[in-house]
């Protein structure tokens, strides 16, 4: 009797595990350090469980496989086509999108987003890394358990796809349609294969995100502070135009927004870090063109500010 209790006690932790680690018990008598230890504990068992089920070598396939799908998109079909579909799937998007928009806010959130998209388009690109297995293709860093997420969602629902293709399958067998039923049913099966563990993926790395959070947490608190100390005057000159909802964004209009030496050095840091991580380019100006934009004018622009300043 004892066995058989045990025994659904491990069933139902490991269907817990699997499905909903969040709604785990842990006892209240419990201090809120021993609870947190508790909570890491959970989410230690969950990544040991998804790791018996193929995440670890299932993963170091798929990331071989993202290598070569880059490799195809730029060798095959071409850099400059993906981009130019690309940006013309998110521009049709946020076109729709601010249609919909009722507020100003929204609207420049919206638009946000889609420059974000773009950008990021480009800086997979450049990696040859996909934003959903690696965890410093986009800079912010904070976000990549939002892309696991995601990508999970899109598997889930391929996963849906597949069982009713593959009822179907079934009923045209039973009904005396003979290849057709054993081609679908087959792919359908082996793609139902891959979306599951493309999902045990990305709940195995959903889970290590969870074990390392405090880790996770300090790091990017001391890279922060890292940046905004490096960036001091470029923060400070900015902060008060970008308020007032001024876009920053657009064009060369940021070089003539900034009105220190230190605060126009970092600014030329930023952009040569952004061009080489993301083939940024201003509209105008090759990337040439933007190196020589920015080295010269830090010296003949800064000149009469600090003349005016003393």
Do not use: W
């Not at 290598?67 to 946020?94: A, G, N």
């Not at 390392?212 to 300090?218: A, P, S, T, V, Y």
């Not at 930023?270 to 080295?295: D, V």
């Amino acid at each position: 009797m004892e066995e058989k209790k045990e025994l659904l006690t491990n069933i139902k932790y490991t269907y817990q595990l699997l499905f909903h680690p969040d709604k785990i018990k842990i006892k209240e008598s419990l201090s809120e350090k021993q609870k947190e230890q508790a909570r890491k504990d959970i989410y230690k068992d969950k990544l040991k469980l998804h790791e018996k089920l193929g995440a670890k070598q299932f993963q170091k396939l798929l990331i071989k496989l993202d290598k070569y799908k880059f490799k195809f998109l730029k060798k095959v079909i071409k850099e400059e086509r993906v981009l130019k579909y690309s940006d013309q799937y998110t521009d049709k998007e946020t076109s729709k999108q601010l249609k919909k928009a009722k507020t100003q806010t929204e609207k420049q959130m919206i638009k946000e987003i889609a420059r974000r998209k773009k950008v990021l388009t480009r800086c997979q690109l450049k990696e040859e890394k996909s934003i959903n297995y690696f965890v410093n293709v986009d800079r912010r860093s904070e976000l990549f358990p939002f892309y696991l997420e995601y990508n999970k969602k899109i598997h889930k629902r391929c996963l849906k796809t597949n069982g009713i293709l593959l009822a179907s399958s079934i009923i045209m067998g039973i009904s005396g349609i003979a290849i057709l039923p054993i081609i679908l049913g087959g792919y359908q099966v082996l793609a139902g294969i891959k979306n599951i563990q493309c999902i045990n993926i990305q709940e195995y790395n959903l889970a290590r995100i969870k074990v390392m959070q405090d880790i996770i947490i300090k790091r990017n608190m001391r890279s922060m502070k890292k940046k905004k100390e490096e960036n001091k005057e470029l923060i400070t000159e900015i902060k008060p135009i970008k308020e007032k909802g001024k876009d920053i964004y657009q064009g060369n209009d940021i070089v003539d927004l900034i009105n220190t030496k230190e605060g126009l050095l970092q600014l030329r840091q930023n952009l040569l870090a952004l061009k080489k991580t993301t083939h940024f380019q201003e509209e105008n100006n090759t990337s040439k063109e933007l190196e020589e934009m920015l080295i010269p004018k830090v010296e003949e622009r800064i000149k009469p500010v600090i003349a005016v300043k003393k």
